[in-house]
């Protein structure tokens, strides 16, 4: 019966993996993902949604990058988790990236566990979830699997590439990688390369989740484990980041949960212990422990000056696509020193860009809240790009 439990857990966590509620493309061994571990990786599949209409000439494709913890499901109801899609504030229709205007793509990235190939997914070699042997990816990587994606739906120039965070970063690497196949680029909450805080901040997540017995050495899937105790505790610890103090003390302050005092022991007694412990359960539900390895690895070698010769100026240099880049007051994960970096390279390069700092203390996951003033400089960004584009106008 313990066998029988064991690989009906294995079957439920792999199924989305491998056959995901969404669109799907799948490359052959004869058309690999080279990747800059130096691997040619094949079979390839990538997961995806879309959401809109892609006009006759092929013009108003936007690419939406999501971040670390997200996935293809930026408007829909979310397949495992039932919850409303993560950007939904953002994307849809009259909202600033509006479907009734744009063609919308949002991928899984590679190394994700929603049905893009990444550790969660079989090994064909095997029959069994990769596991540690999928290879390190980066996030140029993720972005060539995404150029992979774009040609096989017959789409050469997008008009906009738009994400937050790791997406932001996604969006950086597409303008520097691909520039003639990005008119206009919205990198909002990101930088050009992670920080020594943040890697360490992803190397406390991942000791947390290697540290849990349940992960087997990566190798749960086999011995039919899940690492959810490992996993739930990186969440947590990665949370935190994602808020800021101010944000911290207005919603829980120290505030006791369903009771008046303490109960002298290490329950949840305060409100913000409890939202932190419900943060880890529920991630648990819909996200790989070893896809949040990988995942965090990828920012972490992200650097884009390393890349160029130590400038990030050379990534743009004579570029034609017009960028936004957007920060928050509050942000401490990526503060807006880092987005200012960003603009300063691309006056470098002289590049078209635009640049706002938007005040709020809901800290570095602002860009997926209702924030007024970010829709509306998404809203105007894109609709200045959108003239300059020769797309027709929005409808009233």
């Known amino acids: 019966m313990a066998d029988a439990t064991?690989?009906?857990?294995?079957?439920?966590?792999?199924?989305?993996?491998?056959?995901?509620?969404?669109?799907?493309?799948?490359?052959?061994t004869g058309n690999p993902l080279r990747l800059d571990a130096g691997v040619d990786f094949a079979p390839l599949q990538i997961a995806y949604q879309t959401y809109g209409t892609l006009n006759a000439d092929r013009s108003n494709a936007i690419?939406?990058?999501?971040?670390?913890?997200?996935?293809?499901?930026?408007v829909n109801d979310h397949p495992v988790t039932g919850k409303p899609g993560w950007w939904e504030t953002m994307v849809g229709p009259g909202r600033p990236i509006d479907t009734g205007r744009y063609f919308i793509i949002c991928p899984n990235v590679v190394g994700g566990c929603m049905g893009s190939s990444g550790p969660a997914s079989t090994n064909p070699a095997t029959g069994m979830p990769w596991g540690l042997d999928f290879p390190v990816v980066t996030v140029r990587d993720m972005v060539r699997a995404q150029a992979m994606l774009l040609d096989h739906l017959?789409?050469?120039?997008?008009?906009?590439?738009?994400?937050?965070?790791?997406?932001?970063?996604?969006?950086?690497?597409?303008?520097?990688?691909?520039?003639?196949?990005?008119?206009?680029?919205?990198?909002?909450?990101a930088a050009t390369r992670h920080s020594a805080q943040n890697i360490a901040f992803h190397e406390v997540g991942r000791q947390a989740v290697m540290a849990d017995p349940e992960w087997r050495g990566g190798r749960y899937f086999a011995a039919g484990t899940n690492p959810r105790r490992g996993l739930a505790v990186a969440r947590m610890g990665?949370?935190?980041?994602?808020?800021?103090?101010?944000?911290l003390h207005r919603k829980f302050g120290r505030r006791f949960q369903n009771r008046d005092n303490p109960t002298f022991s290490f329950d949840a007694d305060f409100q913000v212990e409890s939202y932190l412990r419900?943060?880890?359960?529920?991630?648990?539900?819909?996200?790989?422990?070893?896809?949040?390895?990988?995942?965090?690895?990828?920012?972490?070698?992200?650097?884009?000056?390393?890349?160029?010769?130590?400038?990030?100026?050379?990534?743009?240099?004579?570029?034609?696509?017009?960028?936004?880049?957007?920060?928050?007051?509050?942000?401490?994960?990526?503060?807006?020193?880092?987005?200012?970096?960003?603009?300063?390279?691309?006056?470098?390069?002289?590049?078209?860009?635009?640049?706002?700092e938007i005040t709020t203390d809901k800290g570095h996951d602002a860009f997926l809240l209702d924030e007024p003033e970010l829709f509306a400089i998404v809203r105007g960004f894109l609709e200045g790009a959108a003239k300059a584009r020769g797309l027709p106008p929005a409808k009233s």
């Open 6 to 28: 064991a690989t009906l857990d294995l079957a439920d966590r792999t199924r989305e993996a491998d056959e995901p509620h969404s669109l799907v493309v799948r490359f052959g």
């Open 63 to 74: 690419l939406v990058c999501h971040a670390l913890t997200g996935d293809q499901h930026a």
């Open 154 to 189: 017959g789409i050469d120039s997008l008009f906009a590439v738009a994400g937050g965070s790791m997406g932001g970063m996604q969006v950086l690497q597409w303008a520097a990688s691909y520039p003639q196949r990005v008119f206009a680029a919205l990198p909002i909450a």
């Open 238 to 247: 990665a949370h935190i980041t994602y808020l800021s103090d101010a944000a």
């Open 278 to 356: 419900h943060q880890g359960i529920t991630f648990v539900e819909r996200f790989d422990a070893n896809s949040y390895l990988y995942l965090t690895r990828a920012m972490d070698y992200f650097d884009l000056a390393g890349d160029h010769d130590g400038a990030v100026a050379n990534a743009f240099r004579g570029t034609p696509t017009r960028f936004c880049v957007i920060s928050f007051t509050s942000d401490w994960l990526f503060p807006t020193a880092e987005s200012r970096a960003i603009v300063h390279a691309l006056n470098a390069a002289g590049a078209r860009v635009s640049f706002a």
